[in-house]
């Protein structure tokens, strides 16, 4: 084995990517299916590495594109949940200032805030006021039914 022309043909083959002898492979283990299922697989040579590198950065990019999508859909849904929350306080203080319960203690037959609400047919306002809300929970129900299903 000390042959110099043993050695030089050895170190020729270790730098022929065709070779079986080619010392500059890398072998990887790919996700075949999110089960967890691993295979190996040798990479020869930096453009094997390079294209590698290249496939995991557009791989990398999708993944961050989706999150930001998602987190921009949670945004819009908690956005939705404050505009409903803030109208269903409004619809409660009206409707208990229209059944003469009143604002922080204080007794009000029709009124709310020193303002006439419903005129002088408290009842009748108060009909309406029971089917805006009944309204407006079956539209939130509604959307969050539709955002679940997103």
Excluded at 95 to 113: A, C, H, P, Q, T
């Amino acid at each position: 084995m000390n042959d110099p022309l043993d050695l030089l043909t050895n170190l020729e083959k270790a730098y022929e990517p065709s070779s079986p002898l080619y010392k500059f492979t890398h072998t990887f283990h790919n996700l075949a299916d999110p089960s967890g299922t691993t295979y190996p697989i040798d990479l020869k040579g930096y453009d094997d590495l390079i294209m590698r590198n290249k496939h995991q950065k557009a791989v990398i990019d999708k993944l961050n594109s989706a999150l930001l999508a998602m987190s921009q859909r949670i945004d819009g849904v908690i956005a939705k949940s404050m505009i409903i929350n803030q109208k269903m306080g409004v619809l409660v203080k009206m409707i208990r200032s229209m059944r003469g319960y009143g604002i922080d203690g204080k007794l009000v037959f029709g009124r709310m805030e020193g303002e006439l609400v419903c005129g002088d047919d408290g009842i009748r306002c108060l009909r309406m006021m029971r089917r805006v809300l009944v309204n407006l929970s079956e539209s939130v129900k509604k959307e969050i039914g539709e955002s679940r299903s997103l």
